[in-house]
C-alpha cells in the first residue's frame, strides 16, 4: 500500500469519527449522517481499490476514474457553496430581524416618554 | 388621512433635517429610520421634529425601509410615503403620489424620474434602464423606473409587503411584489434634484452590479 493511501484513509477514520460523534451530540440530522458516510465510506473505497474509480467512469461515461472523481468534487463543492451561501443570506435577514426589533422598543421607549413630556 | 413618510438614513446628517421640514407641510408624520449612521443623522432627525427609529448596526436600505414601514402600520398610517434622505426628492410631490392612493384608485404610486425626461444624466438612465431590463425579466413587471425611492403605499399594500431582501435589491423586490398581490400601480412623474451630493450617494456601478447579482441569485436559486 502506497504512502498517501494510508494517510487518506487515517483521515478518512478521523472523518467519520467526527461525523459520528457530530450525529450522537444531535447536531447533524439522519438524512446528512446517510449521505456523509456515504461519502467518506466512497472515498475510502476508492483510496483501496483505485480501479473502482475507472468502473464508476466507464459507468457514467466519462473516460478516466481521476477525471470522474474531480468532476465529482467540483460539483460537490458548488453545492456545498450553495449551501453557505443559502446560510449567510438567512442569517444576515436574522441579524436584521433582531437590529430592528431593538430599534422599534427602543424608539417606543423614549417616544412615550417625548410624548409625556410636551403633553405636560 | 393619515399619511406618514419614511425615510431611511445612512449618514445623511447634511440632509436629513432639511428633508424631514421639508416633508411635514405634506404628511402627518416622518418615521427616519437611521440605519447604523456614525454622523448625527439620528439628533438632526429628532430636532426636525421627526419620529427617529435607530438600527445600532448598519442593515441596508432594505432592511431600514421594513422598519421604518412596520412602525409606521403601528402609528396607525393609512398611507405611506418612503422619501429618500439625499435631498434627490422634492416634498411637493408627495401629494401626488398619495392621491391616487387617497382616492382609492390605486394601491401603490412609484414616482418616476424617468416618465420626468428632463434631468436624469445619461449614466443615470442607462444604469436605470438596466435595473428596470433586469426586474422585467426576473419579476416579470416593467416599472420605468424601478429603482426609484419615492414610492406611496395604502395600508393595505404595506401590510401585505414582504421585504426579504436587506440591501439595495428591496426596490426590485417591492415591483415583485406588486405582480405576486396583483397592487393596482399607478407611475406618477417626479422632478428628480440632483445635486453633486446626491449623485454621490446612489448605487454606483460595482454595487449596481453587486444588486444585479445577488438579484439573478435570488431569482434562480430560491
Known amino acids: 500500500m ?3 493511501q494510508i494517510f487518506i484513509l487515517a483521515f478518512v477514520a478521523f472523518a467519520l469519527w467526527r461525523t459520528v460523534g457530530r450525529f450522537r451530540a ?60 443559502l446560510r449567510l443570506e438567512k442569517i444576515d435577514h436574522d441579524i436584521t430581524l433582531v437590529v430592528r426589533e431593538m430599534g422599534l422598543k427602543e424608539s417606543g421607549k423614549s417616544g412615550s416618554e417625548r410624548e409625556e413630556n410636551s403633553s405636560r | ?56 448596526l448598519n442593515r441596508g436600505l432594505g432592511a431600514a425601509l ?12 393609512e398611507a405611506i410615503v418612503t422619501f429618500d434622505a439625499d435631498g434627490q426628492h422634492d416634498a411637493a410631490d408627495v401629494k401626488r403620489l398619495t392621491a391616487p392612493i387617497e382616492a ?17 444624466p445619461v449614466s443615470r438612465r442607462a444604469a436605470n434602464w438596466i435595473g428596470n431590463a433586469l426586474t422585467f425579466v426576473l419579476f416579470g413587471q416593467w416599472v420605468s423606473d424601478s429603482q426609484s425611492g419615492l414610492r406611496a403605499f395604502s395600508r393595505r399594500a404595506a401590510e401585505e409587503l414582504e421585504i426579504k431582501c436587506d440591501r439595495m435589491e428591496v426596490s426590485s423586490e417591492i415591483v415583485k411584489e406588486i405582480r405576486r398581490h396583483g397592487w393596482r400601480l399607478t407611475e406618477v412623474p417626479i422632478k428628480p434634484v440632483y445635486t453633486d451630493y446626491s449623485m454621490s450617494k446612489g448605487q454606483g456601478f460595482l454595487v449596481g452590479l453587486k444588486t444585479a447579482g445577488k438579484l439573478l441569485i435570488r431569482r434562480i436559486m430560491m
Not at chain 2, 21 to 29: A, T
Request: no cysteine; charged share 20%; glycine share 10%.
Open chain 2, 66 to 77: 421594513g422598519t421604518g414601514i412596520t412602525e409606521a402600520l403601528r402609528r396607525g398610517a
Open chain 1, 26 to 85: 444531535g447536531e447533524l440530522k439522519r438524512s446528512a449522517l446517510a449521505l456523509w458516510l456515504l461519502f467518506w465510506l466512497a472515498l475510502a473505497t476508492v483510496t483501496v481499490l483505485p480501479q473502482s474509480a475507472s468502473w464508476f467512469a466507464t459507468f457514467v461515461g466519462v473516460g478516466r476514474g481521476v477525471d470522474a472523481a474531480v468532476y465529482l468534487a467540483i460539483i460537490i463543492l458548488y453545492y456545498l457553496m450553495f449551501r453557505i451561501f
Open chain 2, 104 to 120: 382609492g384608485e390605486a394601491d401603490i404610486a412609484i414616482g418616476s424620474r424617468i416618465l420626468e425626461r428632463r434631468s436624469m
Open chain 2, 1 to 56: 388621512m393619515m399619511v406618514i413618510a419614511v425615510v431611511p438614513a445612512y449618514n445623511e446628517e447634511r440632509t436629513v433635517g432639511g428633508v424631514v421640514r421639508s416633508l411635514f407641510p405634506h404628511v402627518r408624520e416622518v418615521v427616519v429610520v437611521d440605519d447604523g449612521s456614525q454622523d448625527g443623522t439620528a439628533d438632526e432627525a429628532r430636532a426636525a421634529g421627526a419620529r427617529v427609529v435607530v438600527h445600532r
Open chain 1, 2 to 4: 502506497l504512502l498517501i
